[in-house]
């Protein structure tokens, strides 16, 4: 999921995870540099078992690394989702995106009717994002995925969205989901649609292994359906779905756009 989608937390990742998380975000100091950052963990580390994250996934914690380049990349985010509908297509590839998307649901014809069936969501959209994320699954990202999230639970820009989602992670750990090495984008986002992980733990589906394509896409339809996507409508008539996935107008546009002609609606 594109970075500026997480502007909504997520309202809850079951009750043994972020119910336990209310008033954390502020318990552990934030800081804006590496200096603070292994002192910080030791402290986070006791919210972390708060709210269940056990061995494996304390363990990760006591190994992330301060990532730098996410907090680059993070000063820069509002960059990425500027200027008009049509720059921003061209920026990202969109008439590729059209083309390869068309090929792959001919391809995956049988995938995409279960999805439907099951949740009631169009291909083209699921295309749109898994095209638009990561190049449908070419570019997941290099990012060490606890080092990211925890950086970014820690950083003082905006550490009371990022620490659910921190814990989250630990907790994905804990389960199998994710290991202390698993990589994702800068943001720590996951797999082939790029959740975060509190979203994985909220609507990944079966074992949450985002990296497979199809749990991805599965998920994706999940994520989408429990955020009010109405089936039968064209994605110019689910922006609502959209913008819970993520909430920077251009981007929504572009899917809508990316999805409308996939699916032949536009």
């Known amino acids: 999921m594109a970075f500026l989608a997480k502007v909504k937390l997520i309202a809850a990742v079951g009750t043994a995870a972020l119910c336990l998380l209310t008033g954390v975000a502020n318990a552990a100091s934030c800081g804006d540099s590496a200096a603070g950052f292994e002192e910080w963990k030791a402290n986070f580390a006791n919210e972390a078992k708060a709210s ?3 061995g494996k996934g304390l363990a990760a914690l006591a190994g992330a690394n301060y990532a730098t380049g996410t907090i680059k990349a993070d000063r820069a985010v509002k960059k990425a989702f500027s200027g008009s509908l049509e720059a921003f297509l061209q920026r990202r590839g969109g008439n590729v995106i059209i083309s390869k998307g068309r ?5 995956n014809a049988a995938l995409f009717d279960k999805i439907e069936s099951t949740y009631g969501v169009s291909p083209g959209v699921l295309l749109a994002i898994w095209g638009m994320e990561t190049g449908f699954g070419a570019s997941m990202g290099k990012q ?3 080092s990211a999230i925890v950086t970014l639970a820690y950083d003082c820009r905006r550490p009371e969205f990022f620490t ?5 992670a630990l907790l994905l750990v804990d389960r199998g989901a994710l290991t202390a090495g698993s990589v994702g984008a800068m943001h720590g986002e996951i797999g082939h649609t790029q959740f975060l992980p509190g ?8 074992n949450k292994n985002l990296r497979d394509k199809n749990t991805a896409l599965l998920s994706t339809a999940n994520f989408l359906r429990a955020h009010g996507w109405n089936p039968g409508a064209s994605a110019q008539n689910n922006m609502g779905a959209i913008a819970g996935w993520n909430s920077a107008s251009v981007y929504q546009q572009a899917i809508a756009h ?3 002609a996939i699916d032949g609606d536009g």
């Open 164 to 168: 659910p989602h921190a814990i989250a």
């Open 52 to 54: 269940g994250v056990k």
């Open 144 to 146: 060490n995925t606890v």
């Open 258 to 260: 990316i999805a409308s």
């Open 199 to 206: 979203n994985v733990l909220k609507y990944g589906i079966g």
């Open 103 to 107: 090929s792959l649901k001919k391809s």
